[in-house]
């Protein structure tokens, strides 16, 4: 069973314009939220996170929101350029679980964005 | 600083063959771990250590063996390689653990560059 769903598969969007990308999740004790790039033949970069006592954090270019009651969140890049284009994870992670080890990233799918000229 | 490095950058085995994936980081970090991602899917946590000695399982670590004799290595062994095991694995390092009480907020977990595995 998915914990994290990044349900849009590949994103194309034109230069200048917003990129919107979706992440839902279902595991409520998620409670910091990451976001990384990846480009071809390399490994995913952390791009930004937000924290889940906020509902916005933003980064220059980057912004994610995090609406907890509808467990989703998004990251709004704009305006886009053509080095976005790359495969976008949503990774949250359980920051305040006490049961024991230290259980990493969970990654969604991740959202292939393309930025058209 | 090199960062996280991995050797080899890809490998093609047959099933039943053994071998070892290495994974070195120069930034004194304590938490490394290792994951794999398959077409389609997210990364998957298969082994992490969060200190010389002491290694955990992940999410997927059947068929995969790990040891953490110093700070800096973490190799990933594949006993009796599989066909279900042709997968890309990238190795990650960050300050602190990720995920549990205390986890690194702000530590960025840093990954290399990949492995890409073929098993025949």
């Known amino acids: 069973d998915q914990q994290v769903k990044q349900n849009s598969p590949s994103l194309s969007v034109q230069e200048g314009r917003i990129s919107i990308l979706n992440c839902d999740y279902t595991n409520s004790m998620f409670d910091y939220f990451l976001w990384y790039k990846k480009y071809p033949a390399e490994g995913p970069t952390f791009l930004i996170s937000?924290?889940?006592?906020?509902d916005k954090n933003e980064d220059g270019r980057f912004t994610v929101f995090l609406n907890k009651s509808a467990k989703h969140l998004s990251l709004h890049i704009v305006p886009s350029q053509p080095g976005d284009s790359a495969v976008y994870f949503c990774a949250p992670i359980r920051a305040m679980y006490s049961g024991g080890g230290a259980d990493g990233l969970t990654f969604g799918k991740g959202t292939h964005l393309i930025i058209q000229p | 600083n090199a960062g996280v490095t991995q050797t080899p950058k890809f490998q093609v085995l047959k099933t039943g063959q053994s071998m070892t994936l290495q994974c070195a980081q120069d930034?004194?970090?304590?938490?490394m771990s290792w994951y794999r991602q398959d077409p389609g899917m997210g990364l998957r946590l298969i082994h992490y250590?969060?200190?010389?000695?002491?290694?955990d399982q992940g999410e997927v670590p059947n068929g995969y063996n790990v040891s953490r004799s110093t700070t800096e290595d973490f190799p990933l062994r594949l006993l009796s390689a599989a066909p279900s095991q042709t997968s890309v694995y990238f190795c990650?390092?960050?300050?602190?653990?990720?995920?549990?009480?205390?986890?690194?907020?702000?530590?960025?977990?840093?990954f290399g560059p990949g492995t890409r595995l073929t098993v025949l």
């Open positions: 990650a390092s960050s300050r602190r653990a990720t995920g549990g009480v205390g986890s690194g907020l702000d530590d960025e977990q840093f």
């Open positions: 250590s969060v200190g010389a000695g002491i290694t």
């Open positions: 930034m004194n970090h304590e938490y």
């Open positions: 937000i924290s889940s006592i906020k």
